[in-house]
């Protein structure tokens, strides 16, 4: 009765006249008895007739249908149909025939390198560049955390800091006492010399005391009349007159009453000489005084 029609996709759009089977094959892109079944888009045009296999698959695709993707990780996108092993080896970061990713801990071109120990988690690191995901331990710094060298020198520093502060207290402290000593020193000179100003002070008061001492003495013992009845004053006087009267009288100038009288002012008076060795005696011994007050006004 020929009421049905060929699939569309059978090649020359010819089927069998009982089941419709595309006897001439199918057209490209389909697959079945009466090519009703689209190849999978990642084939090339054409597949197994029967069981849908792709001939070949486009490029980054693999497997009989062309399903399974190739590792990201092949240099090329190109990966054998059956396994899916990369024809062109593997990018930074990946390694194995299929390329895979690094593994925990390891990074570079078939992960070759182990992450850097001064990251905060040694397992986490990029596996391209090795950049520490998870930040650097204390004590290093960097995007891989490798300035560690750096850092130890810069920690070498902070013992020489330290020792130079340390050194710079210490010499304040000093300093300080040694000021110290010196305003101690020049209070201790300043009191002495005070006090020798004093003790000198006294000693010449008492020096000086004893001189008016000695001086009245003197004095006194000058006041006191002689053996004659007669003060010291009071022979001057007479001697004065009597000098006086052989002036105005010439007839006074000879013989006996002239001897006389030079007899009286020729004599002296005991008393006087003693008088006047004391007299002589304090003077000196004022001036010893005077010469010990002034070596002690020098000195001070």
């Keep these: 009765m020929c009421d049905l029609t060929c699939n569309k996709h059978c090649n020359k759009n010819t089927c069998s006249r009982d089941s419709g089977y595309c006897s001439a094959g199918c057209v490209p892109g389909y697959f079945g008895d009466k090519c009703d079944s689209a190849c999978n888009s990642h084939c090339i045009q054409t597949c197994e007739r029967t ?17 399974d993707t190739c590792s990201t990780g092949c240099g090329t996108l190109k990966c054998r149909q059956d396994n899916g092993e990369c024809l062109d080896g593997c990018q930074t970061g990946w390694t194995g025939r299929q390329c895979a990713a690094c593994s925990d801990g390891f990074y570079d071109i078939n992960c070759t390198s182990r992450c850097n120990k001064n990251c905060l988690n040694e397992l986490q690191c990029d596996a391209v560049n090795g950049t520490c995901l998870t930040g650097c331990k204390p004590g290093s710094r960097g995007e891989e955390c490798s300035i560690e060298v750096v850092l130890k020198e810069e920690g070498r520093d902070i013992p020489a800091i330290v020792g130079a502060v340390v050194v710079g207290v210490l010499f304040i402290i000093l300093l300080i006492l040694v000021l110290i000593l010196v305003l101690i020193k020049r209070r201790r000179r300043k009191r002495n010399k005070d006090f020798r100003n004093r003790e000198f002070g006294n000693e010449s008061k008492s020096q000086i005391s004893r001189l008016d001492v000695q001086t009245d003495k003197v004095l006194m013992w000058n006041d006191k009349p002689g053996d004659s009845g007669v003060t010291p004053a009071g022979e001057a006087d007479q001697a004065y007159e009597n000098t006086d009267i ?10 006996s009453d002239q001897d006389s009288l030079n007899t009286d002012e020729e004599a002296p008076d005991p008393a006087e000489g003693d008088n006047s060795g004391q007299v002589e005696s304090s003077v000196n011994n004022e001036a010893s005084i005077t010469t ?9």
């Excluded at 010990?292 to 001070?300: A, L, V, Y």
């Design 51 to 67: 069981s849908g296999v792709c001939d070949a698959c486009v490029d980054g695709n693999y497997g009989a249908k062309c399903t």
């Design 246 to 255: 052989q002036k105005a009288d010439p007839k006074l100038e000879g013989g």
């Design 292 to 300: 010990e007050i002034g070596k002690s006004d020098k000195e001070t």
